[in-house]
């Protein structure tokens, strides 16, 4: 009984964090402003990073983000960032960026 009690509460946790985390990224997503547009990236950035972390640590290397996805650990897909994945030790490497804000200046 106190297993299944646990387990709700951390399936509520997720769902609810889910939630926030794809708010948070729809509505900064939203903004007209450079600095808002700037901050979506950030927080979709820093959400695909939380989830390549766990995929490391529960299955020894980085993923795609179809994979992330199909797995749960990515809640969204991805406006502004696109992930890079190089094998190597550990889970390899990973580089998570944004072509969508890239300096005009040569």
């Given at each position: 009984m106190l297993k299944k009690i646990a387990f709700?509460?951390?399936?509520?946790a997720v769902l609810v964090l889910s939630f926030i985390i794809g708010f948070a990224v729809f509505v900064l997503s939203g903004a007209t402003t450079n600095r808002g547009t700037t901050s979506a990236?950030?927080?979709?950035?820093?959400s695909i990073m939380s989830a390549?972390?766990?995929s490391c640590q529960r299955y020894g290397t980085y993923a795609s983000i179809s994979l992330l996805r199909s797995e749960g650990l990515l809640?969204?897909?991805?406006e502004y960032n696109s992930v890079v994945i190089i094998?190597?030790?550990?889970?390899?490497?990973?580089?998570?960026?944004?072509?969508?804000?890239?300096?005009?200046?040569?």
């Open positions: 709700s509460h951390l399936v509520i990236i950030s927080v979709e950035r820093a390549e972390k766990r809640t969204f897909t991805p094998p190597g030790a550990h889970c390899g490497t990973i580089i998570v960026g944004s072509p969508s804000y890239q300096s005009t200046s040569n």
